[in-house]
């Protein structure tokens, strides 16, 4: 199986895992696109009543053409499952997200949700975090001064731009700052470095975040938190 074959088969596979009443997080990103797709399959064919939160107005956008019911996250009592990718998993779950610049309200999301699936194709799963640059979503206002503090500290900053030249803006209208690490041996203590930055609105390190990871395959893989 190509990446795009795993990553169809992990968000088919997880769109298994939804029954009805349930309220469903949607996470974003492109193996988070084909677990909406069959969901919209399902509840247009099977009649699955759910109600979906999204993290981003790209999925809120595909799931609303699909016909799935939607809700604000502060609308709800609770969310009973969210199902999102990641860039990066390590062997205890923990991962790298942000990839699409959703974190923020990946983050919200998935800390208001009762159950965390991942659903990845086999090139994220590693033994320890890195291997991909680390999201950081920052203000607007201060982000170069930002960028040299990331810098002073040995975390490679590169502010993401669009093809144009222009900074990406996230949802909230901020920008996102990518870590250039090989690898990142205290995530812990970096998480807690990060969020202690003025102008720091969340990163992308979600630590005891993921209940399982499903990874696409020939066979599914579900891993779980140990
Ligand atoms: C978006 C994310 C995505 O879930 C992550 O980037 C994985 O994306 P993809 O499924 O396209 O590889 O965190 O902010």
Not at 127 to 142: A, D, S
Not at 147 to 156: I, K, Q
Request: net charge negative; aromatic share 4%.
């Amino acid at each position: 199986m190509n990446t795009l074959e795993q990553k169809s088969a992990a968000g088919k596979y997880a769109a298994t895992l939804i029954e009805n009443g349930m309220v469903v997080g949607l996470g974003t990103g492109s193996t988070v696109k084909f677990f909406v797709e069959e969901l919209g399959r399902r509840v247009n064919e099977e009649g699955l009543d759910i109600v979906g939160v999204t993290t981003s107005t790209r999925t809120a956008e595909q799931a609303g053409t699909l016909g799935i019911a939607l809700a604000d996250v502060d609308d709800v009592d609770h969310i009973d499952i969210t199902v999102d990718g990641a860039d990066v998993v390590d062997a205890q779950l923990n991962g790298i997200k942000g990839g699409g610049a959703a974190l923020l309200y990946e983050k919200v999301v998935a800390k208001n949700s009762r159950r965390n699936v991942w659903i990845v194709d086999a090139s994220k799963v590693h033994e320890e975090l890195g291997h991909f640059p680390l999201p950081v979503e920052v203000v607007t206002y201060g982000a170069e001064q930002l960028c040299r503090v990331f810098d002073n500290h040995g975390l490679h900053p590169v502010l993401r731009r669009t093809a144009d030249g222009e900074p990406v803006k996230t949802d909230n209208g901020n920008e996102i700052v990518d870590l250039h690490l090989d690898t990142i041996p205290f995530p812990s203590e970096l998480a807690n470095w990060l969020a202690n930055q003025v102008g720091v609105i969340e990163h992308g390190l979600f630590l005891n975040v993921a209940d399982e990871v499903i990874v696409g395959g020939d066979e599914i893989q579900v891993l779980k938190s140990p």
